[in-house]
């Protein structure tokens, strides 16, 4: 739940910082900004309470302790990737595909009742799975639109309008 009042509440911070220094929106860049906001604070979850997310990782997958602080730097790397022009759809692309792959942990930790701050068993539950997949389909939503879709449109040529006519562009 807090993860998405971080990328909300960047949201409407960045749009409002980036309208008032440029006198117009651009809710690409935004979107950009809120998202890498969001993943820097998702990031620090995974170093400051390894324990508790290493139990939210199905039993299958070995090395869950390492697994936790490699999703951590991803999450890092990510956050720089939606930044930089030429990697921002790469970076979206690969981030839409890690929130897919990650699902399932969550699944699991709602499964096991797993609180991963305490790694006890004082969990949300299933519940917890009614806002959470939800929550993850909005994630990839919100990466796909502001990391690939309106990337996309940015850079395609724009058509120039004619004046009266005549062929004049603005």
């Known amino acids: 739940m807090i993860p998405l009042f971080v990328l909300l509440g960047a949201f409407a911070i960045s749009s409002s910082v980036i309208r008032y220094t440029t006198n117009r929106f651009n809710f ?11 993943l820097l604070f998702t990031a620090t979850g995974h170093f400051a309470y390894p324990e508790g997310m290493a139990l939210m990782i199905p039993d299958f997958i070995p090395f869950k302790k390492e697994a936790v602080f490699l999703t951590g730097l991803f999450e890092i790397a990510a956050a720089v990737g939606l930044q930089i022009g030429r990697l921002q759809a790469m970076t979206a692309w690969l981030l839409i595909a890690f929130f897919i792959l990650v699902l399932p942990a969550n699944i699991h930790a709602a499964i096991r009742n797993i609180d991963y701050q305490t790694g006890a068993n004082t969990g949300p539950g299933l519940a917890y799975l009614w806002f959470r997949v ?3 389909v909005f994630f990839i939503v919100w990466t796909y639109f502001f990391g690939v879709r309106l990337n996309n449109a940015a850079k395609s040529p724009r058509k120039r309008m004619p004046i009266n006519g005549m062929g004049i562009s603005k």
């Open 134 to 136: 939800p929550l993850q």
């Open 28 to 38: 690409p860049l935004a979107g950009r900004i809120a998202l890498s906001i969001m």
